[in-house]
């Protein structure tokens, strides 16, 4: 089974502080997620990563930034946190070219992070 | 914009009666869809997909339907089970990498 660990499950930040996500996955995958999650907006894209040292800007990246050095890991960095970043943050990772009967995106357990 | 649109977020069905959730899209390039189920605390899991060839794809108890004229899917869950109360994504994809994501449905199963 495809694994997707998110490094906190709770995180409690203060306003100004820079935060650093971790992701890692185990299944080889070449694309890596980020997404946040908030009540009434669903699931919204920060970055994506296609490959090592590779991403490409989601939906809402401003105030975020990422990095990836290994094919497996993925990591989602809050410059200076604010309070509108407190959210749940997901990662997920997937396949190159999702097709029919391949599997699709896979998700980690999310980290809700709370900037005070 | 929003690409992909859940408009019910909640739904409330009896056990072992019919649940059906709805999800419209604006991009016509979208050529793969997917139906994820998120339980509180957990990731989303993935549930069943469809490809824009087909109109209907089924899956044990889940079924999901493509009407690309009216750019609509629906999922179909018979007959609906306490187990399945969580909230339900729509997602739909043209590149096969990146994926769009819905507002979500919140579906609660009522003994």
């Known amino acids: 089974d495809v694994k997707v660990t998110q490094s906190s499950r709770y995180l409690v930040k203060r306003t100004g502080e820079k935060v650093f996500l971790e992701c890692v996955q185990d299944?080889?995958?070449?694309?890596m997620f980020w997404y946040r999650q908030d009540p009434g907006l669903g699931l919204r894209l920060i970055y994506f990563?296609?490959?090592?040292?590779?991403?490409e800007k989601g939906d809402i990246p401003e105030g975020y930034s990422v990095s990836r050095e290994k094919k497996e890991r993925f990591s989602l960095i809050l410059e200076s946190a604010s309070t509108n970043q407190t959210s749940t943050y997901l990662c997920?990772?997937?396949?190159?070219?999702?097709?029919?009967?391949?599997?699709?995106?896979?998700f980690g357990d999310g980290t809700r992070l709370s900037i005070l | 914009d929003q690409q992909v649109k859940q408009n019910s977020p909640s739904l409330s069905v009896q056990e072992g009666r019919i649940s059906i959730l709805n999800c419209d899209y604006t991009?016509?390039?979208?050529?793969?869809f997917l139906w994820y189920k998120k339980y509180p605390a957990e990731g989303p899991t993935f549930l069943i997909s469809?490809?824009?060839?087909?109109d209907k794809n089924e899956d044990g108890r889940f079924t999901v339907f493509l009407n690309k004229s009216a750019k609509h899917l629906s999922l179909h869950i018979v007959p609906s089970q306490p187990g399945d109360s969580a909230v339900y994504f729509c997602?739909?994809?043209?590149?096969?990498?990146?994926?769009?994501f819905g507002t979500g449905t919140s579906l609660t199963v009522i003994p």
């Open positions: 997602a739909a994809s043209a590149s096969g990498n990146q994926f769009y």
């Open positions: 997920a990772s997937s396949p190159l070219g999702y097709r029919d009967g391949n599997q699709p995106q896979h």
């Open positions: 469809i490809s824009s060839i087909k």
């Open positions: 990563s296609y490959d090592v040292k590779m991403k």
């Open positions: 299944m080889d995958h070449e694309n």
């Open positions: 991009n016509s390039m979208f050529d793969y």
